[in-house]
């Protein structure tokens, strides 16, 4: 199996690539962004919970997220691997998928962090604002507090994963095809 975190600011081109990569890899790509805006679409309870976390730009509590990881990787028993896409984004969420996938017999086998800077960042978020319909990407002030949360809260996974020495940097600044290559080869050099 292979089980690939796919890390970076927000911003930084992690859906895009992910969609790509599944394709390549033949991998299930679970992004929780997508999974919450997809309760929230339903006004689930779940969706509801993580609504004002998500307007803030803050992150929803470990124990919601992590609850809703695990029944999504649930859902796929016969899974070759999974791309997680901002997951995992605390340290107890990191340690709660170091646990969920040692009962599976597996383990993380990677996190390919995508390198963008914060001016790139915003104008990147700002553009998919305008047809993402994304409340969280329509404001600059909630976008530079994604940001602030990222460096505060997230960039951490990437120091505990680089004890295991599985932590890599990748320029995410150029095409998306170029960026892809770069992801491809270093996946590769995973198998
Ligand atoms: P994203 O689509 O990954 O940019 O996520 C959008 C928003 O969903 C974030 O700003 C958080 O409010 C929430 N979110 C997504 N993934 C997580 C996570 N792993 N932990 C906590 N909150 C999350």
Redesign the pocket.
């Given at each position: 199996m292979i089980n690939l975190i796919l890390f970076g600011p927000?911003g930084s081109g992690k859906g895009t690539q992910a969609a790509k990569l599944v394709e390549q890899f033949k991998l299930v790509h679970i992004?929780?962004?997508?999974l919450?805006r997809y309760e929230m679409s339903n006004n689930t309870p779940l969706g509801l919970e993580?609504k004002a976390?998500?307007a803030k730009?803050?992150?929803?509590p470990d124990s919601v997220?992590i609850g809703m990881l695990r029944n999504k990787v649930e859902t796929h028993p016969d899974a070759a691997g999974f791309i997680f896409d901002?997951?995992?984004?605390?340290i107890p969420?990191a340690q709660a998928l170091d646990a969920l996938l040692a009962e599976k017999g597996t383990e993380v086998t990677g996190l390919l962090a995508l390198h963008v800077d914060d001016e790139e960042i915003v104008q990147r978020i700002k553009l998919r604002g305008a047809t993402s319909g994304r409340a969280?990407d329509n404001d600059e002030n909630i976008i530079r507090n994604?940001i602030n949360v990222y460096k505060n809260e997230t960039s951490p996974v990437f120091d505990y994963y680089a004890l295991q020495g599985k932590s890599q940097s990748i320029n995410g600044i150029g095409e998306i095809e170029e960026i892809f290559e770069r992801l491809s080869a270093a996946i590769t050099q995973l198998q």
């Amino acid at each position: 199996m292979i089980n690939l975190i796919l890390f970076g600011p927000p911003g930084s081109g992690k859906g895009t690539q992910a969609a790509k990569l599944v394709e390549q890899f033949k991998l299930v790509h679970i992004s929780t962004g997508d999974l919450f805006r997809y309760e929230m679409s339903n006004n689930t309870p779940l969706g509801l919970e993580a609504k004002a976390y998500m307007a803030k730009g803050a992150l929803v509590p470990d124990s919601v997220t992590i609850g809703m990881l695990r029944n999504k990787v649930e859902t796929h028993p016969d899974a070759a691997g999974f791309i997680f896409d901002g997951f995992p984004r605390t340290i107890p969420q990191a340690q709660a998928l170091d646990a969920l996938l040692a009962e599976k017999g597996t383990e993380v086998t990677g996190l390919l962090a995508l390198h963008v800077d914060d001016e790139e960042i915003v104008q990147r978020i700002k553009l998919r604002g305008a047809t993402s319909g994304r409340a969280d990407d329509n404001d600059e002030n909630i976008i530079r507090n994604r940001i602030n949360v990222y460096k505060n809260e997230t960039s951490p996974v990437f120091d505990y994963y680089a004890l295991q020495g599985k932590s890599q940097s990748i320029n995410g600044i150029g095409e998306i095809e170029e960026i892809f290559e770069r992801l491809s080869a270093a996946i590769t050099q995973l198998q």
